[in-house]
Protein backbone atom coordinates (compact mmCIF):
# COMPACT_ATOMS: atom_id res chain seq x y z
CA UNK A 1 0.00 0.00 0.00
CA UNK A 2 1.15 3.66 -0.96
CA UNK A 3 1.15 6.00 2.19
CA UNK A 4 -1.63 8.13 0.35
CA UNK A 5 -4.16 5.30 0.78
CA UNK A 6 -3.71 5.32 4.79
CA UNK A 7 -6.31 5.27 6.39
CA UNK A 8 -8.07 8.73 7.53
CA UNK A 9 -8.16 7.64 11.32
CA UNK A 10 -4.28 5.94 11.22
CA UNK A 11 -3.29 9.98 10.72
CA UNK A 12 -5.28 11.68 13.22
CA UNK A 13 -4.44 8.99 16.01
CA UNK A 14 -0.64 9.67 15.28
CA UNK A 15 -0.77 13.38 15.61
CA UNK A 16 -2.93 12.68 18.57
CA UNK A 17 0.13 10.91 20.31
CA UNK A 18 2.38 13.75 18.69
CA UNK A 19 0.48 16.51 20.60
CA UNK A 20 0.51 14.51 23.86
CA UNK A 21 4.26 13.82 23.93
CA UNK A 22 4.77 17.48 23.04
CA UNK A 23 2.66 18.62 25.95
CA UNK A 24 4.24 15.75 28.24
CA UNK A 25 7.62 17.26 27.29
CA UNK A 26 6.69 20.74 28.17
CA UNK A 27 5.23 20.00 31.19
CA UNK A 28 8.38 18.01 32.05
CA UNK A 29 10.90 20.94 30.91
CA UNK A 30 8.81 23.44 32.69
CA UNK A 31 8.78 20.86 36.42
CA UNK A 32 13.17 21.29 36.01
CA UNK A 33 12.96 25.00 35.41
CA UNK A 34 11.12 25.87 38.70
CA UNK A 35 12.87 23.34 40.24
CA UNK A 36 16.09 25.02 39.66
CA UNK A 37 14.65 28.32 40.39
CA UNK A 38 15.79 27.67 43.99
CA UNK A 39 13.73 27.18 46.67
CA UNK A 40 15.73 27.41 49.61
CA UNK A 41 15.19 26.03 53.46
CA UNK A 42 12.91 29.21 54.83
CA UNK A 43 10.51 28.82 51.82
CA UNK A 44 10.19 25.31 52.86
CA UNK A 45 9.65 25.88 56.44
CA UNK A 46 6.37 25.96 58.67
CA UNK A 47 5.69 27.15 61.81
CA UNK A 48 2.84 27.01 64.49
CA UNK A 49 0.98 29.65 66.46
CA UNK A 50 0.59 30.39 69.81
CA UNK A 51 -3.62 28.54 68.55
CA UNK A 52 -1.98 25.88 66.72
CA UNK A 53 -2.60 27.25 63.19
CA UNK A 54 0.01 26.34 60.74
CA UNK A 55 1.35 29.74 59.57
CA UNK A 56 4.63 30.81 57.29
CA UNK A 57 5.79 33.53 59.76
CA UNK A 58 8.10 32.85 62.20
CA UNK A 59 6.89 33.43 65.68
CA UNK A 60 7.56 36.72 67.26
CA UNK A 61 10.59 36.30 69.69
CA UNK A 62 9.95 39.29 71.65
CA UNK A 63 6.33 38.44 72.16
CA UNK A 64 5.68 37.43 76.37
CA UNK A 65 4.05 34.06 76.25
CA UNK A 66 1.06 33.79 79.33
CA UNK A 67 2.55 31.54 82.10
CA UNK A 68 0.30 28.79 83.35
CA UNK A 69 0.50 27.09 86.53
CA UNK A 70 0.65 23.43 86.59
CA UNK A 71 -2.15 23.74 89.17
CA UNK A 72 -4.62 24.74 86.82
CA UNK A 73 -3.96 21.99 84.16
CA UNK A 74 -6.66 19.59 85.29
CA UNK A 75 -6.39 16.34 83.86
CA UNK A 76 -9.54 13.76 83.68
CA UNK A 77 -13.08 14.21 84.12
CA UNK A 78 -14.92 17.16 85.85
CA UNK A 79 -15.40 15.73 89.59
CA UNK A 80 -19.70 15.69 90.52
CA UNK A 81 -20.74 17.69 93.10
CA UNK A 82 -21.25 16.25 96.29
CA UNK A 83 -25.22 17.11 96.23
CA UNK A 84 -26.18 15.07 93.39
CA UNK A 85 -26.14 11.86 94.43
CA UNK A 86 -24.51 11.53 97.74
CA UNK A 87 -27.47 11.63 99.55
CA UNK A 88 -26.55 13.79 101.76
CA UNK A 89 -29.42 16.34 101.77
CA UNK A 90 -32.93 15.32 102.08
CA UNK A 91 -34.90 15.79 98.95
CA UNK A 92 -38.78 16.57 98.25
CA UNK A 93 -40.74 14.73 95.71
CA UNK A 94 -43.85 13.44 94.58
CA UNK A 95 -45.04 9.33 94.06
CA UNK A 96 -45.64 9.35 90.28
CA UNK A 97 -46.30 5.74 90.49
CA UNK A 98 -46.12 3.15 92.97
CA UNK A 99 -47.14 -0.90 92.86
CA UNK A 100 -47.86 -2.30 95.92
CA UNK A 101 -47.82 -6.01 94.50
CA UNK A 102 -44.39 -5.54 93.16
CA UNK A 103 -43.37 -3.54 95.78
CA UNK A 104 -41.28 -1.07 93.67
CA UNK A 105 -42.44 2.46 91.93
CA UNK A 106 -40.76 6.37 90.73
CA UNK A 107 -40.68 9.58 92.76
CA UNK A 108 -40.67 12.69 90.92
CA UNK A 109 -37.76 14.61 92.29
CA UNK A 110 -39.51 18.59 92.65
CA UNK A 111 -35.34 20.04 92.43
CA UNK A 112 -34.32 18.50 89.54
CA UNK A 113 -37.30 16.85 87.26
CA UNK A 114 -35.50 13.29 87.70
CA UNK A 115 -37.75 10.02 88.17
CA UNK A 116 -35.75 8.08 90.87
CA UNK A 117 -36.67 4.71 91.55
CA UNK A 118 -37.85 3.62 95.00
CA UNK A 119 -38.21 0.07 96.53
CA UNK A 120 -40.81 -0.55 99.36
CA UNK A 121 -37.49 -1.95 101.44
CA UNK A 122 -37.02 1.81 101.44
CA UNK A 123 -40.17 3.00 103.02
CA UNK A 124 -40.08 4.19 106.45
CA UNK A 125 -43.77 5.06 106.32
CA UNK A 126 -46.56 4.03 104.09
CA UNK A 127 -47.13 5.66 100.55
CA UNK A 128 -49.77 5.97 98.09
CA UNK A 129 -49.33 7.28 94.07
CA UNK A 130 -49.21 11.34 94.63
CA UNK A 131 -48.00 11.37 98.29
CA UNK A 132 -45.65 13.96 98.73
CA UNK A 133 -42.44 12.33 100.35
CA UNK A 134 -38.62 13.27 101.36
CA UNK A 135 -36.32 11.35 100.80
CA UNK A 136 -32.28 10.66 100.30
CA UNK A 137 -30.56 9.87 96.96
CA UNK A 138 -28.60 6.85 96.58
CA UNK A 139 -26.29 6.09 93.43
CA UNK A 140 -27.00 2.13 92.63
CA UNK A 141 -26.34 -0.04 89.83
CA UNK A 142 -28.86 0.98 87.61
CA UNK A 143 -29.25 4.97 88.86
CA UNK A 144 -30.33 6.83 91.64
CA UNK A 145 -32.59 5.19 93.92
CA UNK A 146 -34.14 6.52 96.84
CA UNK A 147 -33.96 6.22 100.37
CA UNK A 148 -35.27 6.94 104.11
CA UNK A 149 -38.56 7.76 102.04
CA UNK A 150 -41.17 8.82 104.37
CA UNK A 151 -44.65 11.10 104.07
CA UNK A 152 -43.51 14.79 103.53
CA UNK A 153 -44.50 17.36 106.56
CA UNK A 154 -44.33 20.92 106.13
CA UNK A 155 -41.97 22.62 108.61
CA UNK A 156 -44.80 24.54 111.07
CA UNK A 157 -44.52 28.35 110.24
CA UNK A 158 -42.60 29.47 113.37
CA UNK A 159 -45.10 30.90 116.29
CA UNK A 160 -45.16 34.73 116.49
CA UNK A 161 -45.47 35.92 120.09
CA UNK A 162 -47.58 38.33 120.85
CA UNK A 163 -46.46 39.63 124.05
CA UNK A 164 -42.54 40.04 124.94
CA UNK A 165 -40.84 38.01 126.61
CA UNK A 166 -40.85 38.55 130.63
CA UNK A 167 -37.72 39.46 131.94
CA UNK A 168 -35.96 37.28 134.39
CA UNK A 169 -35.79 38.07 137.87
CA UNK A 170 -32.89 39.07 139.61
Same mark, same amino acid.
Not at 84 to 100: E, H, M, P
Given at each position: ?57 ? +?? +? ?35 ? %? ?17 ? %? ?22 ? +? ?15 ? +? ?12
Amino acid at each position: MAKGQEGFNKRENEKKRQKKRQEKEGRREERQANAKKGQNLEDMLAYVDEFGNITSTP +PD +PNKKREEISLDDIQLGARRRDDDDASGSSARVGIITN %FNTAKGYGFIKDQQSQDSI %FVHVNELVDKVREGDKVTFEVMRG +PKGLNATGVRRYEAPAP +PAASAAPAAPAAE
